[in-house]
C-alpha cells in the first residue's frame, strides 16, 4: 500500500524540506522519497532548480539527495559538472561520488574531476583519490595523461603578477596532484595504505586515513557474499 508521501508533488516536497517549521522526521522522509524520484526519473527539472539555486543551503541539500539518488540521467548533466565549481565543498564533493557511483566519464566530467583533485577542501581531494582508484584503466590512464598537462589548475583568487612566484605555486600544485595519483596508481596495484605512508609522508593523514577506511569497507563488502 502506498504510504501518504507519495501523493505529495515534488514541488511541495522540496518546500516541506527547507522549511525551518519542518521537523527532522519529516524532512527525512520528504528527503528519501525525493531521492525514489530522482532514481525514477521523475520531476528532474525541479532536482535541476534546487542544484543551480542561488541559495547554498538549497545547494547543499540538493548535494544530498543527488549523492543518495546516484543515477545519472541526461537532464542532471549540466547541473552535475556545475557542482564540480561550486563554492560549497558539499556540492563539489557530491559531484565527485555521483560520478564515481555511475561511472560517468567524458571530456567535461574529467576536466572537473582534474579541479577537484587539485581541491585543498580534504574531503573532495579524498573523493577524487577513491576515483581514481576504481576508475576503469582507460579512464585512469587518459586522467593521468590530462592531468600531467595541468588540467584542472587555477591560479588563487589574489594571485600576484610575480612570475617566480606563479612558477612556484605551479610547481607544487602539480606535485600534490602527481601525489595523489600516484597513490591512486600504487592502490591499484594492490599496496596497502600502512606501505604507502612510509614513502609518501608528504600527504595529509587525514586523506590516508580515509583511504585506509575506504579500502577496509570495500574489502568487507567484497568478502560479505562469500559467507552468505
Sequence with gaps: MPSAISGVSTAELIAQGASPACDPDSRYEADWELIKRCR?????????????????AARSRASFLIEEAATAHEALYEAIV??????????????????????????????????CLHDRDLTVRLCSIR????????SFDHFCTLVGTGAGLSLPTSSPSNRRWLD????????????????????RSGESIRDIRTTIAEEDSFVLCGLEHFL???QKRQRSPARE
Design 40 to 56: 525514477a526519473g521523475i520531476d528532474l527539472p525541479l532536482l535541476v532548480a534546487l542544484m543551480q539555486s542561488d541559495s547554498s
Design 82 to 115: 556545475g557542482f564540480a565549481d561550486d563554492n560549497l565543498s558539499d556540492c563539489r564533493r557530491a559531484f565527485v561520488k555521483f560520478v564515481t557511483d555511475t561511472h560517468l566519464y567524458d571530456a567535461r566530467i574529467a576536466d572537473a574531476l582534474a579541479k
Design 131 to 138: 576515483w581514481a582508484i576504481d576508475a576503469p584503466t582507460a
Design 168 to 187: 612556484i605555486w605551479r610547481a607544487e600544485a602539480l606535485q600534490r596532484s602527481d601525489r595523489a595519483l600516484a597513490i591512486a596508481r600504487r592502490v
Design 216 to 218: 577496509h569497507l570495500r
